[in-house]
């Protein structure tokens, strides 16, 4: 992926990356939450975000990029970008920009605590577009079941740093719930299909790259 295409609007991805070098991206603890907090501030306002999992050196989410009608005029974009007169002030690589600029903020704070320098993350990161309503329920599932497959839990929902929590929960939340939810047929069903561990790899190795799973 020397030369991915930029996000296009109005279009559903798994976004993946891993820290560079296998590098750990998260170091502690409070890592996280700053992680989610800088992700609600650059992506939220061009994507809706389904699943995620944050991972100690890699990371997977679920999202839609907003249709450029959805963005427009949105105050937590820069503001170089507000008081456009028509749609065409949009450029196409704004969602791509805006992850790139995510992960920047990311880096130059994790570099400027542990005293650290040079790339946190591999470039450029991962997108994988996702075509199909099994796609997005498979993806989903797998997201969830990360942390389990990697050993960090014996039981994925035992890991902090996924949105399976959220998405069963009543809380607000910055996840598309509703949506989530719909496609796997409502709460109850999107539990009971957890419940199975059985996951097609053949099926998602269309939308996973191997050496970020």
Same mark, same amino acid.
């Given at each position: 992926?020397?030369?991915?295409?930029?996000?296009?609007?109005?279009?559903?991805?798994?976004?993946?990356?891993?820290?560079?070098?296998?590098?750990?991206?998260? =170091?502690? *603890?409070?890592n996280y939450?700053?992680?989610?907090?800088?992700?609600?501030?650059?992506?939220?306002?061009?994507?809706?975000?389904?699943?995620?999992?944050?991972?100690?050196?890699?990371?997977?989410?679920?999202?839609?990029?907003?249709?450029? !009608?959805?963005? +427009?005029? &949105?105050?937590?974009?820069?503001?170089?970008?507000?008081?456009?007169?028509?749609?065409?002030?949009?450029?196409?690589?704004?969602?791509? $920009? $805006? +992850?790139?600029?995510?992960?920047?903020?990311?880096?130059?704070?994790?570099?400027?605590?542990?005293?650290?320098?040079?790339?946190?993350?591999?470039?450029? +990161?991962?997108? *994988?577009?996702?075509?199909?309503?099994?796609?997005?329920?498979?993806?989903?599932?797998?997201?969830?079941?990360?942390? $389990?497959?990697?050993g960090f839990?014996?039981?994925?929902r035992e890991?902090?740093?996924?949105?399976?929590?959220?998405?069963?929960?009543?809380?607000?939340?910055?996840?598309?719930? *509703? !949506?989530?939810?719909?496609?796997?047929?409502?709460?109850?069903?999107?539990? *009971?299909?957890?419940?199975?561990? =059985?996951? &097609?790899? &053949? +099926? =998602? $190795?269309?939308?996973?790259?191997?050496?970020?799973?």
């Open positions: 992926m020397s030369n991915p295409e930029p996000l296009l609007y109005g279009t559903y991805y798994h976004i993946f990356n891993r820290g560079n070098n296998g590098e750990n991206i998260f =170091v502690e *603890k409070r939450p700053y992680f989610l907090e800088l992700y609600t501030k650059y992506i939220t306002p061009i994507a809706d975000t389904y699943a995620y999992s944050l991972l100690r050196n890699h990371f997977h989410y679920g999202v839609r990029i907003k249709e450029k !009608e959805e963005i +427009f005029g &949105d105050p937590r974009l820069p503001k170089n970008l507000t008081g456009l007169r028509d749609l065409s002030g949009l450029p196409e690589n704004l969602p791509s $920009q $805006q +992850f790139s600029n995510f992960f920047n903020a990311y880096a130059k704070s994790i570099n400027k605590a542990y005293h650290r320098s040079g790339a946190l993350f591999e470039r450029p +990161f991962g997108r *994988k577009m996702i075509t199909g309503e099994a796609h997005f329920v498979h993806l989903i599932k797998y997201i969830h079941f990360n942390p $389990q497959k990697h839990v014996d039981d994925f890991w902090k740093h996924s949105s399976y929590e959220a998405l069963c929960s009543t809380a607000p939340t910055k996840l598309n719930r *509703k !949506e989530t939810l719909w496609y796997f047929g409502g709460l109850e069903a999107f539990k *009971k299909e957890h419940e199975s561990e =059985v996951i &097609d790899n &053949d +099926f =998602v $190795q269309k939308f996973v790259d191997e050496d970020v799973d």
